[in-house]
């Protein structure tokens, strides 16, 4: 959408940089068929289509709250991503217990945020935050650091960090830069920010995009390679760029119509190709606890909410990607509710062939 592509340079502001927290990936080594181990890290951390996403704003601890500026300024980023068509949804609430990305502006401790369901692997205690803006939201790169830390919610990593771009550091002068103020991180935090590379098995689509919401922008001198930002600054363009737009409109595509019913005891069979997803409406006609299981030589993550006044509440959900089983839920269901299970592949040994049923 042209509206969310500014072709104005951002205003320069090399000092303020996203800082994201390390954690521990998956252990996939044991995966030898490599193009499964390409799909499976690709995917890893992607939320299930539809999920509606809950976020809160925290009130306390006083270093914590935003105020109602910088408040509005997140809410505006949520809906240009949300404007872009795409399956997901966001939905503020009231209570951190009820929200999957909790918000802090605690201007001492920078901008960060965890990357698409890390918010939920590792950041599972109400009171701890998913997400901090450590500067002013209300000027254009305020602006863009608002979209920057969403595109981390939903699942982006840095994009200087994309092993195709063919960035060559003065890694020196990288750590000497960020070294001081007002950063003032450590050789180790300026590894895992800007000079390690993501690795080449979760990365897909472009080359690389220099003008993405998801890449920093950098002094002059601190590249080597493309030699033009020897002498100039890198200064990508405000705003969702083009490859932005097109890449989260093809891992979280507009919602079909309607959903087709997964009926008790019916195999459905279903043919999809990876990263694409199918949905099951479920009207229990019995009380019960209840399994939902996929069949096929397949890697999917399946996720069950329950539908309630038009919010999705997560009741469970499982992950067999890597793994020689399917995905499998036991949960109790109940009679008049109703529920859906989304179910996103990874890899399948077959052209996507597999089955979902309900027993």
Not at 30 to 58: E, P, S
Request: charged residues 25%; contains cysteine; hydrophobic residues 30%.
């Amino acid at each position: 959408m042209a509206k969310a592509k500014k072709s104005t340079k951002k205003e320069r502001n090399p000092s303020q940089y996203c800082s994201m927290p390390e954690v521990q990936g998956r252990d996939l080594s044991h995966i030898i068929d490599r193009y499964r181990l390409r799909l499976i890290a690709k995917l890893d951390r992607m939320w299930v289509n539809g999920t509606q996403l809950t976020y809160y704003f925290f009130k306390q601890p006083a270093q914590w709250r935003g105020g109602s500026e910088q408040e509005q300024a997140v809410r505006d980023a949520f809906s240009t991503w949300k404007d872009l068509g795409i399956g997901l949804t966001f939905r503020e609430v009231d209570a951190p217990e009820e929200a999957t990305i909790r918000i802090g502006f605690d201007q001492s401790d920078g901008s960060w945020s965890y990357v698409g369901r890390d918010c939920i692997d590792y950041a599972n205690n109400p009171a701890q935050r998913t997400t901090n803006y450590g500067w002013d939201l209300t000027t254009s790169y305020g602006r863009d650091t608002a979209l920057h830390e969403i595109g981390h919610v939903l699942g982006f990593p840095h994009e200087h960090q994309n092993p195709k771009a063919g960035i060559v550091w003065d890694e020196e002068k990288v750590y000497e830069s960020l070294g001081g103020y007002p950063n003032y991180w450590s050789r180790e935090q300026t590894h895992w920010n800007i000079i390690r590379k993501i690795p080449a098995n979760t990365v897909d689509g472009s080359d690389w995009d220099k003008d993405s919401i998801m890449h920093y922008q950098f002094e002059a001198g601190l590249i080597v390679n493309p030699p033009e930002y020897q002498n100039e600054p890198l200064i990508p363009a405000s705003g969702l760029s083009s490859v932005d737009i097109q890449t989260i409109q093809t891992l979280y595509p507009p919602l079909p119509p309607s959903t087709p019913t997964l009926f008790e005891y019916e195999s459905q069979r279903f043919s999809i190709d990876p990263g694409e997803q199918i949905d099951f409406i479920i009207k229990p006609t019995l009380s019960r606890k209840y399994t939902l299981q996929t069949f096929g030589r397949m890697d999917t993550v399946m996720v069950l909410f329950e539908l309630r006044d038009g919010i999705e509440e997560f009741i469970d959900g499982d992950d067999d990607s890597g793994f020689d089983f399917n995905s499998k839920i036991k949960a109790h269901l109940h009679r008049g509710r109703e529920y859906i299970v989304r179910t996103r592949l990874y890899f399948s040994g077959s052209q996507g062939s597999g089955s979902i049923m309900l027993y």
